[in-house]
Every structure is written in C-alpha cells, then in structure tokens.
C-alpha cells in the first residue's frame, strides 16, 4: 500500500463546481452525452464520467422498486409471490394500495415514480386496458432518459413483439384504451410501449418454472441495488476534495483522446488513495475497469527472462481486467488486440520497473477512444520513459490537515477533543507531515486520557530529529512481545498474503493469532483487506530493521533473513546459521546475485528452528552440489522456484508442512514410499517438465490445492489421491503426457475447480465425473481425443463455467448438459464436429462457438 489513508474506510465529497470547471478546461471539446450515452437499451445510460458525482448518484431515493402493473393480470398470483420475494430480500418496493385511482396519475404517484431507484414493469394481456398504467409507463420512460433511473421489463403471458408493435390481443386492447384520447397522448404511450419493448426483460414462456423466474427477478433487482448503492468508503478523507481538483484537468474526462495519467510522489503520502478515490467514481462510465494494487509487492514474479516475466504480468492483467481467472496468453500482444476497441479504466498502483507498464501499458493505441490508465509511483524516471507529461505530484499536508488526519485517527473526528488542543497539534508537529506517520501516531494514542497523552510525549520528543522510522517505531514500542513477534512476521515473511494462509501458517505459534492481527490492524500497524494482509512497505522496513539490529554482524543470528547478499553470506559457509533462524525469504536475480551460489552442504546444519524457506528466482543461481541432508524437521513453508534437485531427500520431514511450492524445479519424483502429510494444505510444482509420477498421497487428508499444470511428463496420477477428501482446486492443465484420470472422483466430492485443458493424450473422462458435485469450474479445452463427455455430468449441478475450445473431435453434448441450471458459461470455440446442441440451461448467460461452422444453435 502506498497512502497513509488508503486502510480506511472513507468516501469523499466533491465541491459542486468540478463539471463546471471540466467544460472550461482546454481539453477536446467533443459532446460527452453522445461519447458516453449507453448502446444497450437493456441498462440505464451510464453515470457521468465527472469526478462530480451525477445527479441521479446523487439522489435519496425513497423506495428501491415501483412496479408497474395490470391488477387484474397479476396482482394475486405472480405480484404477491414477487412481493414476499422483495420482503425476504430486504428490498422495499412502493406500495400503492392507499393511492386512489382516477383518470389519470397525480402527484403523489409521479413522485413515487422518481423516488424509486428501479422500476419494474409487469406487461400483461390488459396492461394496456388502462390508461393509468400507460401513464405511469409513460412517465417512467422519461425518468430512464433524464434521471439514470434502471427500468426492468417482465413479459408476463404476453409476447414483446405484440407490446412493441401493438398487435394480437395486446394491440386490440391498446387500441380500445386509445378512444377519445388526444394525438399526442396516444403519441406518448406508443413511444414509451415500443421503447420498453426493446428492454431485454424476463420472458415468463422462457420459464417453466414460474417461482425460478420470481427468485432470478429478485435475486437481480438487489445485485442492481448493492453495486449501485453509493460509497461511503471515503468519507471525510482530509484533503481528498482539493486532489480531486487538481486531477479533474489531467484526467481531462470530456475528452475522447487515449490519456496516461501519472500520479507521484513518497511512499506514504496518499498516491493510492486518491487512485483508489477517481476509481471509485469512474469506473461504472468505462465498459471495463481495473484497479491493480501494490504492484511491485504482488506483481512481479521471479522469471527466468524478461520475456516471461511480462507475459506473466499481461496475463495477470488481462485475467482480471476481463474478469477471467482462467485465461492463458501465448504472446504479447493480447491487450492491444483485446482493448483496442474498448473504453477502459486502468488504474496500476505502485509501479517500480518499466518493465511492468511495457507488459500492461506500453502504448495508448493498446486502448479505445476516451480511455483513461492511471499510473503511482515514487520513481518519477519512470514517467519519462514512458512518456507521460500529465503528471500529478502529490504534496504534503498542510499544517491544518496534518492535524485533522492526526485527529482524526485520534479522537474519531477532524478536531482536537476539548483539553487535547495543545496536545495534538504538539503531537502533530513531532509525527511530521507524512499522512502514513499521523495515521500510525494517531491511531497510537486513539483511546487514551490525557494524562496518558502527557506521559508519552517525552520518549516522541526524543525522536523529532530521527527518520520516519522511529516515528513508526514508536507504536510498535508499545505492543506486547506476542504482537511485536506477529509484527515481525508479516513484516519478513507474510506481506501481502492471503490470511487464510498465514493463520495456517502460524496458528500453532501465537495463543489467538486473529486477535493479534486484529491489534495490529487497530493500531494501523497492517490492513486486513480483501483477504489479505497488507503492511504498508515503510512499516514493512521498520520490521526488518529491527530484524537485522538483532546481530548487526552475524546475519545467522537473527530471527528472520531478507536480504540477498547476506543470505548468500550464510549459505555459503558451513554451519553459520543458528537455531535463532525461523524464516529465510530470499528474492534473487541477476541484479541481487551476480554469479552461481553454491550452497553449502552443512549451510541448513545448524538451523534447527527454520520454519519458513522461500526462494524466489531465476534457473541458474541456486545449486545444491550436497543436497539438503541437514534441512530443518520443523518446516512448515517450503517455496523454491526452479528447485535444483531430482529428489527430495530420504531423510526430508514432511509432517509439519503446510505447503510446498516448488515450480520449475528439476524433480523427477517427490520422493520413495510414504512420508507423513497430516498438514499439508498446498502443494504447487507446476512447470516440473521432468515430474513422471507423484508419491502416495494418502496421508495428505487436509490437502486443498493441487497444481500440476505444465508437468508434461506426468503420465498417471496415484489412485491414492482419492483420500483427498477436502481437495477443492485441481489444476493439471498442459499435462500433456497424462493419459488417465484414476477414479478417485468418487471420493472428491468437495471439489470446486478442475483443470484438464490441454491434457492432449486425455481420451476419456472417468464416468463418475458427475459425483462432483460442488464442482464449479471446468476446463477440458484443447482435449483433441475427447468424443464426449460422460452423461453423469448433467448430476454436477453447481457447474458455472464449462470450457471446451477446441475439443476438436467432440460430436455431441449429452442432453443432461439441460440439467445444469446454475451454468453461465459454456465455450465451445473450435469445435468443428460439433453438429447441434441439446437444450440448454436458461441459467446460460454466455456462449461462445466461433468456429463451429457446422453447429446449430
């Protein structure tokens, strides 16, 4: 993370005047309705692309429905049955049984009308029987057009070509009600019918089943609510209102031009918060958005070549900009072939290399009219070579702000409590300027009396002429020793991690491991978000600097080992390590080490406490010309990228692993016989070219993720891993040599994602495939020798995606495919034999056969 304020939950007003101001701004002056005005006519056109928040966002809105309908037609079936669906879901329709009905609407309805953030309209047989629902229609067309308001349409026993054309039953019914009626009120109803008619509603004769139909309306209305629903995230940021200022000419929305943005400034002073905050607000005016946080934390991943390391990073990018966590690149230029033509807001946080804007970012024709690629960093030369000129530079606080952030994490509001004023702004002056330093300070001293705040000040004085650091140090000084140890985890070892993964990790090592990170997050010491653990990096250097003043001289002596040439130091020596040695996370390349480290054969002997063992890096640095006789028994984490062994060693200790990562590695198998795996959670050794056969997985009873893709040797699974009773990913894409699956599906009934594409010797699947029943995700692309697929299928009722490209040989789907009501994706690209399609689901939201030239759909 990279703002003192980004861990907050806080939204921010924006002054009135910000459209105004766009329009005068020397930008492109082209017609913002027509460049931003929505295709579909099935949603509401989009909010505003202003920082300004539009008018219809702006809104209260009394009630989150006004349904439209014929009373007669629905009111004591589908409408009641609708109702107790809203009710049940917490969604507050208007209701207007104390409304008296006359000729026309009054007033009172109208402002229900525009009060109601969605409308829906039930269009029956005799909808059109009354002039008081065509006028409700009628006003509720104008609502869509001028106040953004989301209108849905339910064709209920009526078929929308005859409301859209008034014909049939529901033309004649029309035509009555339009007797004695003006030309231009029969104008506006025709209108408001044939605009409403083009929604892309709900069809009750696509349903069999009316109570399905009723749920899928419902269930659609509140995700409409919730991602509509404003934020308050920002709330009340100090000094967010003038950024946003600052950035509205660079950002110059009214303009159709491709624009990279750069935003800079020192760790700490708010980069990703007002990244985060312009988002926020555009993001729903661009048909795709990305917000890639804390990049140079999470992003680039240890690679052999340059190459790889960008095609790594494209396809990260392109997987969540398009939503698709599945998706596999060849080469690099899938984004300019993929966004050319898209409207897209990007936003890449904490970039440190050029290289990562050349994987994501490299050129603005890579990206469609009107979009917008918002770039932090704290290296401004990366800007120049990149050529970005609309650069924003992030300033520190003024004094006054410097005090209401102080406060603010303090007191709860934006002032000194009364009898604090002298202390806060002593307190403001001494913590500095840097948002992350007051956020920390101030979360500090949140709860305390005065005479506590007295007490403290002396040892903060002590630090008004030292670095950020000991500002910092300050409230780690005040933890006890089980958070302080916690601190130093995370700050070694387990940034940016999935907490999940951490409280497996060290569940055994703290008395209530959730409490402490909670402390730790109370104190703004780390972020708990998303599932991750965040710790902001100067936070991060603050714990391993306290690490390495644990032995200045003898890294080996230290609790935890980060930096590279000091771990080479140790490595290459006989037995300078010590039982002190928890946890060595080593990051090496070309620019960390030089030439080929050798390791020594006793470098692990005297490590008897090592628990965590990370090695990231590149297929040439790291050799073992002794093996790992002396490797520590109580390893709970071992990660090493392109491991240099065959095999594990005989005397290797598995009973306390958790995981175990090695991809790239050398491995021909794991190991000889039984080893016990009573912990062992995740297991990765993807890219092993060399891995012919995995060992008996029997005792791995707790194991959850098994990756294996791109071992092209594998050619059998052990029949043991049917004990994996809790596995929920298996991923063996590109195991091409792999020519069965053992029938171990019986037993895997918790698993949630299976990943066969490009598995090419795979002829057929195990016929039990259906027992899978919590299987969500399925991949059996590129699967040239399959047919078909089992009919069991059709019993794996979770089923959400299911991926076939360019099953090339595959004739038919079983007619069970029918039965997977929940699916919503089915690719069939490339199938060329595939001659016709069951009936399929009306859960299926996307489809893709291109290339299937002889398919009929």
Not at 627 to 648: A, D, N, Q, V
Not at 766 to 782: E, F, T
Request: hydrophobic share 40%; proline share 4%.
């Amino acid at each position: 993370m990279d703002s003192s304020s980004s861990f907050i939950l806080t939204t921010v007003a924006v002054a009135i005047g910000f459209f105004t101001l766009l329009r005068k701004l020397r930008c492109h002056q082209e017609d913002y309705k027509e460049n931003n005005s929505s295709s579909s006519t099935s949603s509401p056109p989009s909010s505003s692309s202003s920082l300004s928040p539009p008018s219809s966002l702006d809104r209260i809105w009394t009630h989150h429905v006004f349904p439209s309908f014929r009373g007669e037609d629905v009111r004591r079936d589908f409408l009641s049955h609708i109702q107790m669906e809203f009710q049940r879901m917490g969604i507050t329709p208007f209701i207007d049984n104390e409304i008296k009905r006359g000729q026309s609407i009054g007033p009172e309805l109208i402002r229900a009308i525009r009060e109601s953030k969605i409308a829906i309209i039930l269009l029956s047989r005799n909808y059109a029987s009354s002039s008081w629902c065509l006028d409700e229609l009628a006003e509720i067309m104008k609502c869509r057009e001028e106040l953004g308001q989301t209108v849905l349409a339910v064709f209920y026993k009526v078929d929308p070509s005859h409301v859209k054309k008034l014909t049939g039953d529901f033309g004649k019914v029309f035509k009555k009600t339009c007797a004695g009626k003006t030309k231009e009120h029969v104008g506006r109803w025709r209108q408001a019918l044939a605009n409403v008619a083009t929604i892309a509603g709900y069809h009750s004769s696509n349903w069999d089943n009316e109570a399905a139909m009723i749920k899928k309306i419902a269930t659609d209305i509140s995700n409409l609510l919730n991602n509509s629903a404003s934020s308050s995230d920002f709330d009340g940021l100090v000094g967010m209102t003038a950024h946003l200022k600052k950035m509205e000419p660079l950002l110059c929305l009214g303009s159709n031009e491709v624009r990279m943005i750069g935003i800079w400034g020192p760790s700490g002073i708010g980069k990703t918060t007002i990244a985060r905050v312009v988002y926020n607000k555009l993001s729903n005016s661009f048909q795709l958005s990305v917000f890639i946080e804390s990049i140079e934390a999470k992003y680039t991943r240890p690679c052999s070549d340059d190459y790889s390391a960008k095609l790594q990073l494209q396809q990260q990018f392109m997987s969540q900009i398009t939503n698709q966590s599945d998706m596999k690149i060849s080469h690099l230029g899938v984004v300019q072939d993929r966004l050319k033509d898209k409207k897209v807001l990007v936003v890449l946080d904490g970039v440190d290399q050029s290289m990562q804007l050349d994987a994501m970012a490299k050129e603005t024709w890579w990206f469609g009219p009107g979009s917008r690629i918002i770039i932090t960093t704290q290296d401004r030369k990366i800007f120049r070579e990149h050529a970005i000129n609309h650069i924003y530079k992030v300033d520190f606080p003024s004094t006054g702000e410097a005090l209401q952030i102080l406060c603010t994490y303090a007191f709860g509001q934006n002032s000194p409590k009364h009898g604090f004023e002298e202390l806060a702004w002593e307190v403001t002056q001494l913590a500095g300027e840097l948002p992350l330093g007051l956020r920390v300070i101030g979360s500090y001293f949140r709860g305390m009396s005065k005479l506590e705040w007295t007490k403290a000040l002396p040892r903060l004085r002590s630090s008004l002429d030292a670095d950020i650091l000991s500002i910092l140090k300050f409230s780690y000084d005040a933890l006890d020793d089980e958070d302080k140890y916690l601190f130093l985890h995370i700050a070694c070892f387990f940034n940016n991690k999935w907490i999940g993964r951490v409280e497996a990790y060290l569940a055994d090592m703290f008395l209530d491991l959730r409490q402490g990170l909670n402390v730790l997050a109370e104190k703004s010491l780390i972020s708990l978000n998303m599932g991750y653990i965040t710790m902001h990096n100067l936070l991060a250097k603050l714990g391993r600097d306290i690490v390495r003043k644990q032995s200045l001289r003898e890294p080996g002596q230290r609790l935890f080992l980060v930096d590279a040439r000091e771990i080479c130091k140790v490595l290459n020596l006989d037995a300078n390590g010590s039982k002190s040695v928890i946890g060595i996370n080593l990051n090496y390349g070309e620019d960390t080490i030089k030439e080929k480290l050798h390791i020594s054969e006793r470098a692990f002997k005297g490590m008897s406490n090592l628990q965590f063992l990370r090695f990231n890096g590149n297929n040439n640095t790291l050799h073992l010309p002794h093996g790992l006789e002396y490797i520590s028994r109580k390893l709970r984490l071992l990660h090493w990228t392109y491991f240099p062994m065959t095999c594990l060693p005989p005397i290797f200790n598995s009973e306390f692993l958790v995981e175990l990562e090695l991809p790239y590695s050398k491995l021909e198998k794991m190991w000889e016989g039984i080893k016990p795996l009573p912990n062992l959670k995740w297991m990765d050794l993807s890219s092993s070219l060399n891995l012919k056969e995995l060992p008996n997985l029997s005792t791995a009873t707790n194991l959850q993720k098994l990756k294996l893709s791109d071992c092209s040797s594998l050619m059998k699974l052990p029949s043991t891993i049917g004990y994996t009773k809790n596995l929920l990913t298996l991923n063996l894409r590109n195991c091409s040599s792999l020519m069965n699956l053992p029938f171990f599906i019986e037993n895997a009934t918790n698993l949630e994602l299976l990943y066969l594409g490009g598995c090419s010797s795979l002829v057929e699947l195990p016929s039990s495939i259906g027992n899978l029943i919590n299987l969500k995700v399925l991949d059996l692309s590129s699967l040239s020798c399959l047919v078909e697929l089992p009919f069991s299928i059709g019993n794996a009722t979770n089923l959400r995606k299911l991926n076939l490209d360019q099953c090339s040989s595959l004739v038919k789907l079983p007619l069970s495919i029918g039965n997977l009501q929940k699916l919503l994706s089915l690719k069939l690209r490339g199938c060329k034999k595939l001659v016709s399609l069951p009936q399929i689901p009306d859960s299926l939201f996307y489809i893709d056969a291109e290339d299937c030239e002889s398919l009929e759909i």
